[in-house]
């Protein structure tokens, strides 16, 4: 008889093990219920797991929760879940999965932000997400360093998509320019000098034509100024004489309304 006890107490303990190893890899079960949570919804095992090391790494405070589907969301009633990041792949937003999975979000997860991974990167898709209260836009075309400050913006309250580029200058076209127009010169018809000037950047500083260039690509101003290799401060000086110059009470404003002048449009669209 006490075998036959040893080897049931060994069949529950076994059994115990095998359950442990269902709910492990959602950290459902016995994860913390005090620690904010991090849902990452994505339906390949192998992306899942690198975006599961690198959010581990990069939000240490948060548990992190990564499943295959949104069916998983039942599962985190009772926690405090701040956003749910999911992977729409090629699908387009209108696609009735999605959909579904968006309600689906906003049942079981009403006070998380919600964030989009797509493989599309236009404007229209971003846009349409927007519209749905989604806050965070990420096409996997951009940079790691690039995702992972837009996810602290939209953990933070903030809406992060990047901006659409129409004919907008590079970094690199930018900085060659301001050097071409130090250096050369044309002669009017009446003899008088003058320095040639992109007359879409008439207003603008050439270090302040660095700083938009990235604004149009959306970048935070901690990789701005990794990038320009200037301090976070002087970026944030930047921001605010482009904003003044535009006469824009924001970022994203600001580059509206200059692209709008560089394409020949009302320099002062509304804004929604």
């Not at 219920?33 to 899942?48: D, G």
């Not at 387009?92 to 493989?119: F, G, K, R, W």
Request: aromatic content about 4%; glycine content about 6%; overall charge negative.
């Amino acid at each position: 008889m006490e075998i036959q006890a040893d080897g049931v107490n060994r069949l529950f303990y076994e059994f115990g093990d095998i359950m442990d190893d269902f709910t492990n890899p959602a950290e459902l079960a016995l994860g913390s219920l005090t620690s904010p949570v991090l849902v990452i919804i994505e339906r390949n095992v192998l992306a899942r797991t690198c975006i599961l090391s690198i959010l581990k790494r990069e939000f240490a405070g948060f548990e992190i929760v990564e499943m295959p589907t949104t069916s998983g969301l039942h599962w985190l009633s009772g926690k405090d879940v701040r956003l749910v990041a999911l992977n729409m792949e090629d699908r387009q937003i209108t696609d009735p999965s999605i959909e579904d999975s968006l309600a689906l979000i906003a049942e079981c997860c009403p006070n998380a932000h919600v964030a989009l991974l797509s493989n599309r990167d236009d404007d229209a898709t971003a846009v349409a997400a927007m519209q749905r209260g989604v806050r965070g836009f990420f096409p996997i075309s951009i940079p790691v360093g690039v995702a992972i400050a837009g996810l602290h913006l939209v953990l933070a309250g903030g809406v992060y998509r990047p901006l659409p580029i129409v004919e907008a200058p590079s970094l690199k076209a930018i900085a060659q320019d301001a050097g071409a127009r130090e250096r050369s010169g044309i002669h009017e018809g009446n003899g008088v000098t003058k320095i040639l000037s992109d007359k879409t950047m008439v207003d603008l500083t050439p270090r302040e034509q660095h700083v938009l260039a990235a604004l149009e690509l959306g970048l935070p101003n901690k990789l701005i100024a990794a990038k320009l290799n200037l301090s976070e401060n002087t970026v944030k000086m930047h921001i605010q004489h482009i904003m003044r110059k535009c006469s824009a009470h924001n970022r994203t404003e600001a580059v509206l309304r200059w692209s709008g002048r560089f394409n020949g449009k009302d320099p002062h669209p509304r804004i929604p």
